[in-house]
């Protein structure tokens, strides 16, 4: 009888024994599991105007470089600005509410983001500027762009280069204040400083917009002034001038120079239009901006600044810069 209870016991503790070893080894598996699950990560992006042309190619390539991270359990969330600072800050403040990870900013006002940007900070969350740096850059990691100043080198020189150093030319700003406006009117002044034969007879800004590029063209030559050429800080603006001169009838007879090389400009260059753009490589900056992002999100180190050249582009190389955008 004992010798029976003996067995019962050993079955029942051997039966015991296996199911705590079933648990644990589950146990292990389900951790082992949880350890190869990477934390969740999350970027915002606030830009200044999903209808502008660039941006629409900045925020492709983004979207080309958020879908590549999908495997490091990094999202990505897009913000538009509509060119309202008090509307991007209200962003920004959501974004900080939501405890992302990292904050990649095109500035609608660089000036006007300083205070969002130091919010940001305080709350201990990175902050990447792309093409347009802050007025408080020092304290973002990283900025990732093109140098504005060179772009409207580029395009002053090849101006004065198609006027032969001589000339009436009128000038379409983008929005006063914005980072871009100053630097690209101060890369023509670096240029039209050397050529005392080209004036610069009326300026006015067209807000970065094709119909108030349009606008402001109709208005000048409405007013009868002489002018050669027209240079516009991006190519919406350039675009809008070129209908408007189309339009008076004076195609051919007064030289267009826009920046961007967005495909539209593109065409307009190749049909002999618009005399030439220069490229600014949208989806590379977008592409490189979350990249970096996703560096930093994972506490890797990154450059200060990341410069993605301008380059100007002519009739003769106008397929070449097509092909960037297939």
Same mark, same amino acid.
């Given at each position: 009888?004992?010798?029976?209870?003996?067995?019962?016991?050993?079955?029942?503790?051997?039966?015991?024994?296996?199911?705590?070893?079933?648990?644990? &080894? *589950?146990?292990?598996?389900?951790?082992?599991? !949880? @350890?190869?699950?990477?934390? /969740?990560?999350? #970027?915002? =992006? +606030?830009?200044?105007?999903?209808?502008?042309?660039?941006?629409?190619?900045?925020?492709?390539?983004?979207?080309?470089?958020?879908?590549?991270?999908?495997?490091?359990?990094?999202?990505?969330?897009?913000?538009?600005?509509?060119?309202?600072?008090?509307?991007?800050?209200?962003?920004m403040e959501n974004l900080i509410a939501q405890k992302v990870d990292v904050i990649v900013v095109m500035p609608v006002d660089s000036e006007a983001a300083k205070p969002m940007v130091a919010e940001a900070v305080k709350a201990k969350i990175p902050v990447i500027s792309v093409n347009?740096?802050?007025?408080?850059?020092?304290?973002?990691?990283?900025?990732?762009?093109?140098?504005?100043?060179? &772009? *409207?080198?580029?395009?002053?020189?090849?101006? !004065? @280069?198609?006027?032969?150093? /001589?000339?009436? #030319?009128? =000038? +379409?700003?983008?929005?006063?204040?914005?980072?871009?406006?100053?630097?690209?009117?101060?890369?023509?002044?670096?240029?039209?400083?050397k050529y005392p034969g080209i004036k610069v007879v009326a300026s006015q800004t067209g807000e970065w917009y094709r119909d108030k590029g349009m606008k402001v063209m109709e208005n000048?030559?409405?007013?009868?002034?002489?002018?050669?050429?027209?240079?516009?800080?991006?190519?919406?603006?350039?675009?809008?001038?070129?209908?408007?001169?189309?339009?008076?009838?004076?195609?051919?007879?007064?030289?267009?120079?826009?920046?961007?090389?967005?495909?539209?400009?593109?065409?307009?260059?190749?049909?002999?239009?618009?005399?030439?753009?220069?490229?600014?490589?949208?989806?590379?900056?977008?592409?490189?901006?979350?990249?970096?992002?996703?560096?930093?999100?994972?506490?890797?180190?990154?450059?200060?600044?990341?410069?993605?050249?301008?380059?100007?582009?002519?009739?003769?190389?106008?397929?070449?810069?097509?092909?960037?955008?297939?």
């Open positions: 009888m004992k010798a029976k209870r003996v067995w019962v016991l050993l079955v029942v503790l051997l039966f015991t024994v296996s199911l705590v070893s079933g648990c644990g &080894s *589950g146990d292990s598996k389900q951790s082992a599991k !949880a @350890d190869t699950v990477k934390p /969740k990560k999350t #970027i915002g =992006v +606030l830009l200044c105007d999903f209808s502008d042309q660039f941006q629409t190619y900045m925020l492709d390539g983004m979207k080309q470089a958020a879908e590549k991270l999908k495997g490091d359990n990094i999202d990505v969330v897009y913000m538009d600005a509509k060119y309202d600072s008090s509307k991007q800050m209200s962003q347009r740096p802050l007025a408080n850059q020092d304290q973002a990691v990283s900025y990732v762009g093109s140098d504005s100043v060179y &772009s *409207g080198e580029l395009e002053a020189q090849k101006m !004065a @280069d198609l006027l032969g150093g /001589k000339g009436d #030319i009128v =000038v +379409l700003e983008g929005t006063y204040g914005h980072q871009p406006q100053i630097e690209r009117k101060q890369g023509y002044d670096n240029i039209l400083k000048w030559l409405q007013s009868n002034m002489h002018i050669d050429g027209v240079l516009a800080e991006n190519d919406e603006m350039a675009l809008g001038a070129l209908k408007a001169i189309e339009d008076a009838g004076m195609l051919g007879k007064i030289k267009v120079g826009g920046i961007d090389a967005t495909p539209e400009a593109l065409k307009y260059v190749k049909e002999g239009k618009l005399d030439f753009t220069v490229f600014q490589d949208a989806k590379g900056q977008g592409r490189t901006a979350i990249e970096v992002a996703a560096k930093v999100a994972k506490g890797e180190k990154v450059d200060k600044k990341i410069i993605i050249p301008y380059e100007l582009v002519p009739k003769e190389k106008v397929d070449e810069y097509l092909a960037k955008y297939k």
